[in-house]
């Protein structure tokens, strides 16, 4: 598995955080704020040679993890 590089963690974090922050002035729920971060880091693992199967795969064993 290839890593990210750190302007692609820098970026990814940065549209996150804004993202919340924007959530957070506006009222809206978190799910929304964090929804632009979790599109690039799709986009990021895809280009990265993830299948998208495997990657929501990943996904929604994280949302059910204990």
Same mark, same amino acid.
């Given at each position: 598995m290839?890593?990210?590089?750190?302007?692609?963690?820098?970026?990814?974090?940065?549209?996150?955080?804004?993202?919340?922050?924007?959530?957070?002035?506006?009222?809206?729920?978190l799910?929304?704020?964090?929804?632009?971060?979790?599109? $690039?880091?799709?986009?990021?693992?895809?280009?990265?040679?993830?299948? $998208?199967?495997?990657i929501?795969?990943?996904?929604?064993?994280?949302?059910?993890?204990?």
């Amino acid at each position: 598995m290839n890593s990210f590089s750190i302007k692609q963690l820098t970026f990814l974090l940065t549209v996150t955080i804004t993202g919340v922050i924007f959530s957070v002035i506006f009222h809206h729920p978190l799910v929304i704020g964090f929804l632009p971060g979790y599109l $690039v880091l799709v986009y990021l693992s895809k280009q990265n040679k993830q299948s $998208v199967k495997q990657i929501f795969q990943i996904s929604i064993r994280g949302i059910f993890q204990d």
